[in-house]
Nanobody, 126 residues
Framework: QVQLVESGGGSVQAGGSLRLSCAAS????????MAWFRQAPGKEREGVAA???????TYADSVKGRFTISRDKGKNSLYLQMNSLNPEDTAMYYC????????????????????WGQGTQVTVSS
């Protein structure tokens, strides 16, 4: 049974940094596609960053140059390093995974992912 558990959220001032973690269990996460999504109150869920089995990364334009997605195969975990945070980054952040090696079209589309974590809240104050 695939399970994803996020951690690392919190409150930070604008310009600060946070590192989110997603612990995967029930399968070898490094073998498959994984991604981070976020949803702010009153807004649709949006893809933030994705990584495939070959380590290729995709980022939303809004986070390019500020966020970095990575994975630790030994720990079966996914990470999102977030720097230069601003209030617009405030949202619930979710880890997602699908049992495919690659996603050829729209790797930041939420319909591409079958498994989801419960989310971790990130709040950025100005």
């Amino acid at each position: 049974q695939v399970q994803l558990v996020e951690s690392g959220g919190g409150s930070v001032q604008a310009g600060g940094s946070l590192r989110l973690s997603c612990a995967a269990s029930g399968y070898t996460s490094s073998s498959f596609c994984m991604a981070w999504f976020r949803q702010a109150p009153g807004k649709e869920r949006e893809g933030v960053a994705a990584i495939d089995s070959d380590g290729r990364k995709t980022y939303a334009d809004s986070v390019k140059g500020r966020f970095t997605i990575s994975r630790d195969k030994g720990k079966n975990s996914l990470y999102l390093q977030m720097n230069s945070l601003n209030p617009e980054d405030t949202a619930m952040y979710y880890c997602a995974s699908d049992l495919r090696l690659w996603i050829a079209y729209d790797p930041l589309g939420d319909e591409q992912y079958k498994y989801w974590g419960q989310g971790t809240q990130v709040t950025v104050s100005s």
